[in-house]
């Protein structure tokens, strides 16, 4: 228990010999502490070092130092602890402050902590957690299982690098999925692993239904809206008046269409495009969502908490309800829609001469998904005369706008996504790898040149941009020398756009390009949103924002705000702190948003492997690590390990400025982009293979 007069003898004890370290027994020798009072004396310090009142390092304490140390806040990152690393990370804007797992206290993956720079090294700052500010996670999603005697929980996030013991286990059973309510974080210190009380049994574990459930739980995503907002979506007026239809520029009459995946029912952008004397005029219609969906609303403000919407195979958790998505403001065929339309005026040789931006009304003529597209492209199926005719100059315009951003520094990376294949049952059957088409191209041309232009429009006040800065230097002097030891040959030019262009360019198969592709990906920063525009680097564009999805991003209903404000002179309706404040959340919402999704896909995948268990694949080495090779299936989009311990035939070792693992008697290599044999071993907390020789 935890003791004031033991705090301000300890306190006094270390302050008085401070910096040296005391070890536990020393304190207690040095205050004279009663045998009896030993339990309390590891309270009270723990209570301390959470408190920010004493260090702990190597499980020695010492008095926090006065004056000028800077104790800073930050997120911890366990992503590398949970991978059996000795060191973690603190996100501490600018920097990620490196942790030795010793110093982490009992910190977990994205809490809120504060900690202390203790020296700087090659350019990198290592420090010391000194408290727990805020916890992520009051609940831990995860499977029970019983372990001599005992029960745990093994986490389904796969950043949280403990198990829990359970103490409450309210009827639940071995091999359920469930929740537990976390009711003591542990000590680290004392090696106790953190505890709680399982307070809702959601399932099966395994069944596929009950694992994305569990995600949603995990990272607490909002699975219903409140009662205010559904009260307030009742007053919504569907029907459009004549009067707003006379103060919008009317377009119904325009060959007009949408484009979206199969199983879209958000249709938030439709397209047209019309030849005349002068060249092409092409038209971007973004569905008028702020016409419905007022700043001071509580559709809003549920909307800027969500900060977008959340996509999983099967299953989608909306920003906006489904009346106004999929519906009100969702673009279907021989439905009248408010729009807001960029209208881009192209020469014959598809330069672009003018563009301008106004308040709408459309009628979408039909609604395509990709595949029906591609289908046409290729020659296999027919539509009406005057579509065709559009969707062939469309293609064209849509190749000549690739080749002038390819010009201006786009980067085109080849990182497929996975497509889940499910039966009836919700089963996953089969693993594909997506595949960016000319349909995909198409849209993603149209819609990156109304966003362009929308975000030059609000350059000149406050805004919200999608930002995307620039690599630092060390991150591709690292990734230079790496593929030096490959033989290909990175370049350094002045622009970083051009270095990355031509490397890529340089590549010698589609093997380098599966290996490398991503290595450059990681060498990059993270795109976010922001109030400063610092450009677009992946995209070579000195202005850009979102503009065009308001029914899933919550950044796109901001900027149509202010767009609508500025076409009516109006000042803006957001303060620099609103859009700071906006911008911030949806970074932290996509995040959240990234993470969930790949959750849900590698719990799909996993299910899916277990059937294959025993069975033999082809794969390409992707990544190597002291004690692993990180390999990627050649039939599935899927990747995981073999454990180098697990490789009898000889002695590896890594070697990291070589980027290989040679055999220590034999002499055998393996490097990246190698061809392997496998045989999927088992599917755990990882999927494993073993080699085939």
Same mark, same amino acid.
């Given at each position: 228990?935890?003791?004031?007069?033991?705090?301000?003898?300890?306190?006094?004890?270390?302050?008085?010999?401070?910096?040296?370290?005391?070890?536990?027994?020393?304190?207690?020798?040095?205050?004279?502490?009663?045998?009896?009072?030993?339990?309390?004396?590891?309270?009270?310090?723990?209570?301390l070092?959470?408190?920010g009142?004493?260090?702990?390092?190597?499980?020695?304490?010492?008095a926090?130092?006065?004056?000028?140390t800077?104790?800073i806040s930050?997120?911890?990152?366990?992503?590398t602890?949970?991978?059996?690393?000795?060191?973690?990370?603190?996100?501490?804007?600018?920097?990620?402050?490196?942790?030795?797992?010793?110093?982490?206290?009992?910190?977990?993956?994205?809490?809120?902590?504060?900690?202390?720079?203790?020296?700087?090294?090659?350019?990198?700052?290592?420090?010391?957690?000194?408290?727990?500010?805020?916890?992520?996670?009051?609940?831990?999603? =995860?499977?029970?299982?019983?372990?001599?005697?005992?029960?745990?929980?093994?986490?389904?996030?796969?950043?949280?690098?403990?198990?829990?013991?359970?103490?409450?286990?309210?009827?639940?059973?071995?091999?359920?999925?469930?929740?537990?309510?976390?009711?003591?974080?542990?000590?680290?210190?004392?090696?106790?692993?953190?505890? =709680?009380?399982?307070?809702?049994?959601?399932?099966?574990?395994?069944?596929?239904?009950?694992?994305?459930?569990?995600?949603?739980?995990?990272?607490?995503?909002?699975?219903?809206?409140?009662?205010?907002?559904i009260?307030?979506?009742?007053?919504?007026?569907?029907?459009?008046?004549?009067?707003?239809?006379?103060?919008?520029?009317?377009?119904?009459?325009?060959?007009?269409?949408?484009?979206?995946?199969?199983?879209?029912?958000?249709?938030?952008?439709?397209?047209?495009?019309?030849?005349?004397?002068?060249?092409?005029?092409?038209?971007?219609h973004?569905?008028?969502?702020?016409h419905?969906?007022?700043?001071?609303?509580?559709?809003?403000?549920?909307?800027?908490?969500?900060?977008?919407s959340?996509?999983?195979?099967?299953?989608?958790?909306?920003?906006?309800?489904?009346?106004?998505?999929?519906?009100?403001c969702?673009?279907?065929?021989?439905?009248?829609?408010?729009?807001?339309?960029?209208?881009?005026?192209?020469?014959?040789?598809?330069?672009?001469?003018?563009?301008?931006?106004?308040?709408?009304?459309?009628?979408?003529?039909?609604?395509?998904?990709?595949?029906?597209?591609?289908?046409?492209?290729?020659?296999?199926?027919?539509?009406?005369?005057?579509?065709?005719?559009?969707?062939?100059?469309?293609?064209?315009?849509?190749?000549?706008?690739?080749?002038?951003?390819?010009?201006?520094?786009?980067?085109?990376?080849?990182?497929?996504?996975?497509?889940f294949?499910?039966?009836?049952?919700?089963?996953?059957?089969?693993?594909?790898r997506?595949q960016?088409?000319?349909?995909?191209?198409?849209?993603?041309n149209?819609?990156?040149?109304?966003?362009?232009?929308?975000?030059?429009?609000?350059?000149?006040?406050?805004?919200?941009?999608?930002?995307?800065e620039?690599?630092?230097?060390?991150?591709?002097?690292?990734?230079?020398?790496?593929?030096?030891?490959?033989?290909?040959?990175?370049?350094?030019?002045?622009?970083?756009?051009?270095?990355?262009?031509?490397?890529?360019?340089?590549?010698?198969?589609?093997?380098?390009?599966?290996?490398?592709?991503?290595?450059i990906?990681?060498?990059?920063?993270?795109?976010?949103?922001?109030?400063?525009?610092?450009g677009?680097?992946?995209?070579?564009m000195?202005?850009?924002?979102?503009?065009?999805?308001p029914?899933?991003?919550?950044?796109?209903?901001?900027?149509?705000?202010?767009?609508?404000?500025?076409?009516a002179?109006?000042?803006?309706?957001?303060?620099?702190?609103?859009?700071?404040?906006?911008?911030?959340?949806?970074?932290?919402?996509?995040?959240?948003?990234?993470?969930?999704e790949?959750?849900?896909?590698?719990?799909?995948?996993?299910?899916?492997?277990?059937?294959?268990l025993?069975?033999?694949?082809?794969?390409?080495?992707?990544?190597?690590?002291?004690?692993?090779?990180?390999?990627?299936?050649?039939?599935?989009?899927?990747?995981?390990?073999?454990?180098?311990?697990?490789?009898?035939?000889?002695?590896?070792?890594?070697?990291?400025?070589?980027?290989?693992?040679?055999?220590k008697?034999?002499?055998?290599?393996?490097?990246?982009?190698?061809?392997?044999?496998?045989?999927?071993?088992?599917?755990?907390?990882?999927?494993?293979?073993?080699?085939?020789?």
């Amino acid at each position: 228990m935890y003791d004031k007069k033991l705090e301000n003898k300890i306190l006094k004890l270390l302050e008085d010999n401070s910096p040296k370290r005391f070890r536990v027994k020393d304190i207690a020798h040095a205050i004279r502490l009663n045998k009896h009072l030993h339990k309390d004396l590891l309270d009270t310090l723990f209570q301390l070092v959470n408190k920010g009142k004493l260090n702990l390092h190597n499980r020695k304490y010492s008095a926090v130092k006065s004056g000028k140390t800077k104790i800073i806040s930050g997120i911890f990152d366990a992503t590398t602890l949970a991978k059996n690393k000795s060191y973690a990370f603190v996100k501490a804007d600018p920097d990620d402050i490196f942790i030795s797992s010793e110093d982490t206290l009992n910190a977990y993956h994205n809490d809120i902590v504060k900690l202390e720079i203790k020296y700087q090294r090659n350019g990198k700052k290592y420090g010391i957690i000194t408290e727990i500010v805020k916890r992520v996670n009051e609940i831990i999603i =995860g499977s029970l299982q019983q372990y001599n005697w005992k029960y745990y929980i093994v986490p389904d996030n796969s950043r949280i690098h403990t198990n829990f013991v359970v103490n409450g286990l309210n009827n639940a059973r071995e091999g359920e999925k469930v929740v537990l309510k976390i009711t003591n974080w542990g000590n680290r210190e004392l090696f106790k692993l953190p505890a =709680g009380d399982i307070v809702e049994i959601l399932g099966k574990a395994g069944n596929p239904d009950v694992e994305v459930l569990g995600v949603l739980k995990q990272y607490n995503l909002p699975l219903e809206f409140p009662s205010e907002v559904i009260t307030e979506l009742q007053s919504i007026n569907e029907e459009i008046s004549e009067y707003e239809i006379s103060r919008r520029k009317d377009l119904r009459d325009l060959l007009t269409f949408t484009i979206d995946p199969e199983s879209a029912k958000d249709f938030d952008d439709a397209i047209s495009l019309i030849e005349d004397d002068d060249g092409f005029k092409l038209f971007v219609h973004i569905a008028d969502v702020s016409h419905y969906i007022k700043i001071n609303s509580n559709l809003f403000k549920e909307a800027a908490e969500r900060g977008n919407s959340y996509y999983f195979p099967k299953r989608v958790i909306p920003m906006l309800p489904e009346k106004i998505s999929n519906k009100i403001c969702s673009l279907r065929p021989a439905e009248d829609k408010l729009t807001v339309t960029v209208e881009t005026s192209f020469s014959s040789d598809h330069k672009i001469k003018a563009q301008k931006v106004y308040n709408s009304i459309i009628c979408s003529d039909a609604r395509f998904n990709y595949e029906e597209i591609d289908d046409f492209f290729e020659g296999n199926i027919k539509f009406e005369a005057e579509m065709e005719n559009t969707l062939k100059k469309m293609r064209i315009l849509s190749a000549s706008l690739k080749k002038a951003r390819i010009s201006h520094g786009y980067l085109q990376l080849n990182i497929p996504e996975t497509v889940f294949i499910f039966d009836d049952e919700g089963h996953v059957t089969d693993l594909q790898r997506s595949q960016e088409t000319d349909s995909h191209k198409m849209i993603e041309n149209f819609m990156l040149a109304a966003n362009e232009f929308i975000a030059g429009e609000l350059s000149s006040g406050k805004s919200i941009y999608r930002i995307h800065e620039q690599p630092d230097e060390e991150m591709l002097i690292k990734l230079k020398d790496e593929l030096a030891v490959y033989d290909v040959k990175m370049e350094m030019f002045p622009n970083k756009n051009t270095i990355l262009q031509k490397l890529l360019a340089a590549l010698p198969n589609d093997n380098f390009h599966r290996v490398f592709d991503r290595k450059i990906l990681r060498s990059l920063k993270k795109a976010k949103y922001s109030v400063d525009n610092l450009g677009h680097f992946g995209l070579g564009m000195e202005h850009y924002t979102h503009f065009t999805s308001p029914i899933r991003r919550i950044s796109d209903l901001v900027i149509h705000n202010l767009i609508k404000k500025k076409l009516a002179a109006a000042s803006s309706p957001f303060s620099t702190a609103d859009l700071f404040n906006l911008a911030d959340n949806a970074s932290k919402r996509e995040m959240i948003a990234d993470e969930s999704e790949r959750e849900v896909d590698m719990k799909n995948k996993m299910i899916f492997m277990k059937k294959h268990l025993g069975e033999e694949f082809t794969a390409i080495i992707i990544g190597i690590r002291n004690n692993i090779i990180i390999v990627e299936l050649d039939r599935y989009p899927v990747t995981g390990i073999i454990e180098i311990s697990s490789m009898k035939d000889d002695h590896y070792e890594y070697y990291p400025h070589l980027y290989r693992l040679i055999g220590k008697r034999k002499g055998k290599i393996y490097n990246l982009t190698d061809k392997l044999n496998l045989m999927l071993s088992k599917v755990d907390d990882d999927i494993y293979f073993q080699l085939i020789n």
